[in-house]
């Protein structure tokens, strides 16, 4: 098993360490970091013989460690393959550098990463929950959490902006305020190639049924929050 720590202090001396620690977070904590590594290529639209090329490795071995026909990538492949990552990126689009861009005056309110997973129920009694949706998922592990004013994130959030709400790894809760029937959270993340473990809704009484059909359809773990302040989140989150 790779250890975040370990990770994050073997890429202290880079040059592009904050986008190393945090695509290498994404992957570390996934539950399936071969899917994690396929899915950041494909992000950028990297093909796999050209990062094959920049590793200095055959393209078969990159789609063993891929599809998981080899076991799970150690913490020297894992930077490796990040940093060819960022080099071909830097060619092209430049996306990472505008994924890590500051996030000031947007819809984030907050976001963090737990110091130790806790499970779907502890997130439910922490903020008060009713389960909507995913009862059965309850058991999953979430790594993080991130805060968002569900009105800005209709009307201000891009893209890359999106991208920035998964913080290290999509295996999360995100917590929306400010909401009317919930629709809008739910239809984002559907349409959206990555997808949170946990949705909170905050503010209404009662979620709209289809709010509640994509959730499951997208086998999200979804609860309306009894949490009067909104502050209070960043306060509840923040001890974990």
Do not use: C
């Not at 500051?102 to 439910?124: D, M, Q, T």
């Not at 979430?142 to 893209?159: E, H, K, N, R």
Request: charged share 25%.
């Amino acid at each position: 098993m790779i250890y975040l720590k370990y990770f994050i202090e073997s890429v202290l001396t880079s040059k592009n360490d904050e986008l190393i620690s945090k695509i290498g977070g994404s992957i570390i904590t996934n539950r399936y970091p071969n899917q994690a590594l396929k899915s950041w290529r494909e992000r950028l639209s990297i093909k796999q013989v050209d990062l094959a090329r920049i590793m200095a490795v055959s393209p078969s071995v990159l789609s063993d460690y891929e599809s998981g026909r080899r076991p799970s990538p150690g913490i020297r492949f894992v930077r490796r393959y990040i940093e060819a990552l960022i080099e071909l990126d830097k060619e092209r689009d430049k996306f990472l550098e505008k994924l890590t861009a500051s996030s000031k005056g947007s819809a984030i309110l907050n976001i963090g990463e737990f110091h130790e997973s806790i499970p779907a129920s502890e997130v439910v009694k922490l903020v008060g929950g009713k389960i909507l949706s995913g009862e059965k998922y309850l058991e999953r592990k979430i790594y993080g959490f991130t805060l968002l004013d569900s009105i800005q994130t209709i009307y201000s959030l891009s893209g890359f902006d999106y991208y920035k709400i998964f913080g290290a790894t999509t295996e999360r809760v995100l917590i929306f305020t400010n909401v009317g029937l919930g629709r809008s959270p739910l239809v984002a993340i559907r349409v959206s190639q990555f997808k949170p473990r946990m949705v909170v809704l905050h503010g209404p009484t009662s979620v709209d049924k289809l709010a509640i059909d994509l959730a499951e359809q997208e086998q999200i773990v979804l609860s309306l929050s009894s949490i009067q302040k909104e502050s209070d989140f960043s306060e509840l989150f923040g001890r974990i």
